[in-house]
């Protein structure tokens, strides 16, 4: 078949073989080069201590920047304008991105979570209008879980435009506790019943010890607060055994808890 082909037309199907194995010789190397990169990113990262999600994402980020690049170079030596098709590809890019806008959004933020770490997962947080145990940080969105087995999921865009608050940054969490006593009681002495039933209720830490406050003059009784730390992990129980320990010492101490009364007085 070769035979009747003329020397012209030999020697032009000889480059045009040479040149696809060319093409096909950068983009194999291309593919390889790009898994050898996600590898050798990941690895380099994870020794770092960097966040895994972050990690993987930037790996594979690198993979297909490689991949990318490999491919326009096989089309540039195939003969196809490049420079023409990265018009295209940008002019693309920009469009999906106005049209993504807002998951890019969401995928920066990760980003800035996932590397600037405000929070771990298992962290106590309140943000954007909500209060759980972070139950895992996504590229996308954060998971948060409640005490009632609730699961919110938060665009990682509204989290870094909102303040976030972490409650167990230390370890360890406080937790407020309002009573209210009646009027004529003593100040002082019921600071200290307060402070001492704190500390010995179920779950409260020592140290910090356990504070009372007087915090103001209500209507029907004096109200008090009561500032007490425990292991973030049993806020919750926590909270009961210090109230049940407050109510007792109260009634061991002859404090009386006020409760609201309606007076009808008849008309004569």
Not at 12 to 21: D, F, P, V, Y
Not at 212 to 241: I, K, R, T
């Amino acid at each position: 078949m070769f035979d009747s082909l003329s020397p012209e037309s030999l020697t032009r199907l000889s480059e045009i073989a040479t040149k696809a194995g060319i093409v096909l010789a950068i983009f194999i190397f291309g593919w390889v080069a790009s898994k050898w990169g996600h590898r050798l990113v990941l690895k380099a990262l994870r020794r770092a201590k960097v966040e895994e999600t972050l990690a993987r994402f930037f790996a594979s980020l690198a993979q297909y920047a490689i991949l990318a690049f490999a491919l326009i170079a096989s089309l540039d030596k195939a003969g196809v304008e490049t420079t023409s098709l990265a018009a295209v590809v940008a002019a693309a890019g920009l469009a999906v991105g106005l049209a993504l806008q807002g998951s890019l959004g969401n995928l920066a933020s990760g980003v800035l979570l996932l590397f600037f770490r405000p929070f771990s997962i298992g962290d106590k947080i309140s943000t954007a209008g909500h209060k759980g145990e972070v139950e895992d940080i996504g590229l996308f969105a954060t998971i948060l879980s409640t005490p009632a087995k609730q699961r919110i999921i938060i665009p990682n865009g509204s989290i870094t435009r909102d303040s976030i608050v972490n409650h167990t940054s230390a370890g360890k969490i406080r937790s407020t506790i309002s009573i209210g006593v009646a009027y004529g009681s003593d100040i002082d002495h019921v600071c200290k019943v307060l402070a001492e039933a704190a500390l010995s209720a179920k779950f409260v830490l020592a140290e910090p010890a356990p504070i009372a406050g007087f915090l103001d003059m209500a209507a029907s009784s004096l109200n008090f607060v009561v500032f007490c730390w425990s292991d973030s992990a049993v806020e919750v129980p926590m909270q009961h055994y210090v109230r049940r320990a407050i109510y007792n010492r109260l009634n061991e101490e002859g404090i009386e808890i006020p409760f609201d009364q309606l007076v009808v007085h008849k008309a004569e």
